[in-house]
């Protein structure tokens, strides 16, 4: 069994949730094109339908399967009739997210708890039945799809940034266990990348990346044999990991000139 295990299209297929768009629609048609059998999910049922199309001249094919990742009865459904028809997940990329801005003064409650469900519960709810199949196979590769939003706070990301520093901390502690079983984790930590969720930032976004250039950097982690984080774009990560290294007196005036909190003035 090897923590240094690296998923190849004749081990399995890939399962990518959060499909239908932005990261996680470029990852599953880079996957298609290198031969891969990938199953993908999303909500939308349409946007999967468009995205096996696109698929349709690549090595490899894309097969849709729709729900809603926060849905744990369906995907432990999904995950069996993956490995009933598909074979083994030797690749699980659990993508799937949501991003809704919050003003800690007038925080919406629906949209909190809609993102632990499925930034938080949806993760779990493809991992653990994934990882049974590998725990089986005595291989796999997993990589979890967090965020450096969730290496400290930042203004409007109270409910995506802790559950991103709670899908960090989880990824950190499954590595224990999974080594043992030869299953390898990855923690997937983007900066900013032009999607539908990033478009509603109300403060300048430095650093940011087109779809196709993430999936780059996390292909070329993927294959990588020892990384465990895979970060990008590094510029805006060292600039991050060095913030949460200062005392939060500096800390705090700091990210607000950053972002321009500073100029808003009493609430």
Known sequence: MSKHYVAQPDHGCAWVTGASSGIGRELALAFAKSGWTVAVTA???????????????????????AGDVSDNEL???????????????????????????????EGDLAQWHASFAVNLNGTVNVLLPVISQMKAAGRGQVAIVASVAG??????SA??????????NMAESLKFDLDRAGIRIQIVNPGFVDTPATKSNPF????????????????????HPSKFEIA????????LKFLRLLPYRFYFPLVARATGWAKKGPA
């Open 204 to 223: 300048p976004m430095p650093h940011l990346m087109s779809p196709e250039d993430a999936v780059s950097a996390i292909l070329k982690g993927l294959a």
């Open 43 to 65: 909500r939308s049922e349409d946007a999967l339908a468009s995205l096996r199309d696109a698929a349709a001249s690549s090595a490899g094919r894309i097969v849709p399967l």
């Open 151 to 156: 290496y400290s706070g930042l203004p409007t």
């Open 75 to 105: 995907m432990a459904a999904h995950a069996q009739s993956i490995a009933e028809t598909l074979g083994p997940v030797s690749l699980l990329v659990a993508n799937a997210g949501v991003y809704y801005p919050q003003d800690g003064l």
């Open 232 to 239: 990008f774009p590094g510029p805006f990560v060292r600039q």
């Open 159 to 168: 409910a995506y940034g802790a559950t991103k520093a709670g899908l960090i």
